[in-house]
């Protein structure tokens, strides 16, 4: 089986910096995208930022030019770093990868993942 683990959430004043990390473990051939998605209390699930293996990268609107993300392949980690956060990027944070996966090499797949969710408040 593959998990997904999330650290680095927490309660942050408006303007200031966190690093989200998330850590892929188990039987790992390959990681093709990774991504961070957000729910905000009555909201849907929508995607934060994603990156593929080859390192390119996607953003909402909503973030642009405030949150990078990055990947250590060797580590099989995605990083969300957030700046200048705001009151309305309050949300569980979830890490989503894209894994292939199986007990042996005749009979790997792709799987989807999703971690358990980190929280992320936002307030003064």
């Known amino acids: 089986q593959v998990q997904l683990v999330e650290s680095g959430g927490g309660l942050v004043q408006p303007g200031r910096s966190l690093r989200l990390s998330c850590a892929a473990s188990?039987?790992?051939?390959?990681?093709?995208?990774m991504g961070w998605y957000r729910q905000a209390p009555g909201k849907e699930r929508e995607s934060v930022a994603t990156i593929t293996s080859g390192g390119s990268t996607n953003y909402a609107d909503s973030v642009k030019g405030r949150f990078t993300i990055s990947r250590d392949n060797a580590k099989n980690t995605v990083y969300l770093q957030m700046n200048s956060l705001e009151a309305e990027d309050t949300a569980v944070y979830y890490c989503?990868?894209?894994?292939?996966?199986?007990?042996?090499?005749?009979?790997?797949?792709?799987?989807?993942?999703w971690g358990q969710g980190t929280l992320v408040t936002v307030s003064s």
């Open positions: 188990g039987i790992i051939f390959s990681i093709d995208d």
């Open positions: 989503n990868a894209d894994v292939l996966s199986g007990s042996s090499w005749i009979s790997k797949r792709y799987l989807e993942v």
